[in-house]
């Protein structure tokens, strides 16, 4: 229980930094609102399959302007701040806070992507439930990829480049089962292969957890 209320202490914490300096949650939120509408000026009466093109670039969206929000967990960490987490808490502790934060982040993100593709070019999703279940997933996995690439590009020197470079190759072949995945929720006849998908994306969730567990307890002590 002392490591339950420790990790959400640590989460509260992340929130009031955020709260305290919006600017790149604010950009993030931005660069959605635009990426839709660009979307939708290039979209309209140039596309016949208007529900593939608007799932391929809601997701280019989606990844593209959340990589910084999300990859900042430890990239905005100095290292006397590192020092004094090192000092009052266990390094799972501050993993799982960071996984935590980052996946509710992700998530509140991705809501406000869909609204914005909503509002702007409808909503052709026709499984919305199998739809949601594959966007926590995939954007679960990809936030989890994000926070652990950060704390690895925050030990070197120019952390903002490296945390992009290191970042898109891990998530390429989640992306691509995301994808693939969720075209099925705007097609009735393909949903009953869904949910092998959706497991698939599970399993690949828990091994990125796994191995973000085992290799973050060697970096901390470096």
């Known amino acids: ?56 670039l809601f997701w280019i969206t989606l990844i593209f302007c959340t990589l910084q929000a999300i990859s900042k967990n430890f990239l905005t960490v100095s290292r006397n701040r590192w020092i004094y987490w090192n000092q009052v808490s266990a390094p799972t502790q501050i993993l799982w806070s ?28 026709i499984h919305l439930w199998a739809y949601f279940k594959i966007l926590i997933l995939v954007t679960g996995g990809i936030s989890t ?26 998530i390429l072949p989640l992306i691509l089962l995301g994808i693939k995945a969720s075209n099925k929720a705007f097609n009735p006849i393909l949903m009953s292969s869904v949910n092998k998908d959706i497991y698939m994306l599970t399993a690949l ?14 970096l901390w002590k470096e």
């Not at 339950?4 to 989460?11: D, G, N, R």
């Not at 969730?205 to 060697?218: C, E």
């Open 1 to 56: 229980m002392n490591s339950i209320a420790k990790v959400i202490s640590l989460i509260k914490i992340e929130w009031a930094l955020d709260f305290k300096k919006p600017a790149i949650l604010a950009s993030a939120i931005l660069q959605m609102a635009v990426m839709s509408l660009l979307s939708m000026l290039s979209l309209m009466s140039h596309v016949t399959n208007m529900s593939r093109a608007w799932n391929s």
């Open 98 to 125: 960071k996984i935590i934060y980052g996946w509710s982040t992700m998530i509140i993100l991705t809501l406000i992507n869909l609204t914005f593709f909503s509002w702007f070019m409808g909503m052709p999703v």
């Open 145 to 170: 990829v994000f926070t652990f690439i950060g704390a690895i590009a925050s030990k070197a020197n120019q952390a903002g480049f490296l945390a992009p470079v290191l970042s898109l190759p891990v």
């Open 205 to 218: 969730n828990g091994l990125i957890l796994v191995l973000s567990g085992i290799l973050f307890t060697s």
